[in-house]
């Protein structure tokens, strides 16, 4: 636990937790929340430090959000790991390249992904509210799946991370048909796999704060078990609406990087 932490401090991170999980578990981009809450909590300690503990609290969430998905909704498992497998591999690749990357050539680009992928969900209503397949899907589905929601978003995760959930959601819904609360519960498998492969790594060279990241996952846990049930009982249109909700968060987030950060 950082020794310049306070009470008030404290409190506030754990606020950002709980919500971040809540989030996370609806839609995915916990941690536009959890990260810059803990950037901020805690200026005084080295980055590697604070991304470290962002996963050991956000791992937890995320795992409580799949297990509670996977008891109450038709998710395929073995079609989850397949592309959960192939998403690690992208996020380490991902992760491999992100050093040599300038973040101000590529926020322009997500920018414009992102208000395309507003502009299709808002003008397409449908989207989304298919029934879940009730079969197995074909194996053409599958592979452009483990290719795009896998290998392609599992490495945008490693190279910059904020959006993985909704654009993991919007991608298995658009390939293999989902509906948002089947997406949203596959998407939640998919980022368990890609969170326990980057806080190995963490966990190795030594950069994170385990008694924090500890407290923290427990509020992270409430959060994220609260919001899967909601998705469940809410159901396509409540997922819809966090779904708008956070593309648009994650858009002024990135345009204020952009242009207005100092």
Request: hydrophobic share 60%; proline share 5%.
């Amino acid at each position: 636990m950082p020794a310049d932490i306070d009470l008030f401090t404290l409190t506030l991170l754990c606020l950002a937790a709980l919500a971040a999980g809540w989030i996370d578990a609806v839609v995915g981009g916990g941690g536009l929340l959890l990260l810059p809450a803990l950037l901020v909590g805690l200026p005084h300690t080295p980055p590697a430090y604070v991304l470290g503990t962002n996963k050991s609290t956000a791992i937890v969430g995320t795992t409580a959000a799949a297990v509670t998905y996977v008891r109450k909704a038709p998710v395929d498992l073995r079609t989850a790991l397949r592309i959960g497998l192939a998403a690690l591999a992208g996020s380490l690749a991902g992760a491999f390249f992100a050093a040599g990357i300038d973040s101000e050539v590529l926020r322009p680009l997500i920018m414009a992904v992102l208000v395309a992928v507003l502009a299709f969900v808002l003008f397409r209503p449908a989207f989304g509210t298919a029934p879940a397949p009730s079969g197995p899907v074909t194996r053409r589905r599958v592979l452009a799946a483990i290719l795009v929601a896998g290998l392609g978003i599992g490495f945008y995760d490693g190279l910059i991370g904020p959006g993985t959930g909704a654009f993991l959601i919007i991608a298995l819904a658009a390939v293999l048909h989902m509906d948002l609360v089947t997406s949203s519960a596959t998407a939640k498998i998919i980022n368990v796999c890609t969170n326990v492969g980057a806080l190995t790594m963490f966990a190795i060279q030594g950069t994170v704060l385990w008694q924090l990241g500890a407290l923290l996952a427990l509020f992270n846990l409430v959060g994220g078990t609260v919001g899967a049930k909601m998705a469940l009982k809410r159901g396509v249109g409540f997922v819809r609406g966090v779904l708008v909700v956070v593309v648009v968060s994650l858009l002024c987030k990135l345009a204020y990087d952009q242009w207005l950060a100092v």
